[in-house]
């Protein structure tokens, strides 16, 4: 018995500490890559613009094999809504386009239902370069409420790694 009420006491003493700590830590989140891209930044522009090619490139819009979607509104103008439900690795949420500046600027904002309710604002970003590239810069932002905000710090580096891993495949497609 008395090994019973150490382990809970132990137990209770770790999750207490993780709430203390979430009481001092950051809410926001903030990720952002950037990428080269061969091609006029007019064509990137118009790719990106449209929701729906999110399926080819976006490692997270990819996940989930039974993921049932819908659209509202005309694909890649304001007030466009993509929206899915799918497995645990998709989860239940929608996309919806918030700004576009043509040819430079596309502002989205991600409401998740499942795994948790969250938000956060996406925005891709395209500059010229040279010889026909462009400079895709790639940010996710927002705020998680207590206690959850204790998972940041992972959320960051997993988000910025399926952003990389998004942007090498967007280089490869766009460049064909």
């Not at 576009?100 to 309710?117: A, D, H, Q, S, Y």
């Amino acid at each position: 018995m008395n090994t019973l009420i150490t382990i809970l006491l132990i137990v209770a003493g770790i999750i207490a500490l993780l709430l203390i700590i979430a009481l001092f830590m950051k809410r926001e989140h903030y990720a952002r890559r950037e990428i080269i891209i061969n091609a006029p930044r007019q064509k990137v522009f118009d790719y990106l613009k449209l929701l729906k090619n999110q399926d080819e490139f976006n490692e997270g819009a990819m996940a989930g094999s039974d993921r049932k979607r819908e659209f509202k509104g005309t694909d890649g103008t304001v007030g466009y809504i993509y929206s899915w439900k799918g497995d645990k690795n998709a989860g239940e949420g929608e996309k919806e386009i918030k700004n576009i500046v043509e040819g430079k600027r596309i502002e989205t904002e991600i409401r998740f239902v499942k795994p948790m309710v969250t938000s956060a604002c996406i925005i891709l970003e395209m500059e010229s370069l040279p010889d026909n590239q462009t400079k895709v810069y790639w940010s996710n932002a927002g705020i998680l409420k207590f206690p959850i905000n204790i998972m940041i710090p992972m959320i960051e580096k997993s988000v910025a790694k399926g952003m990389g891993t998004s942007l090498l495949t967007l280089k490869s497609i766009l460049e064909k």
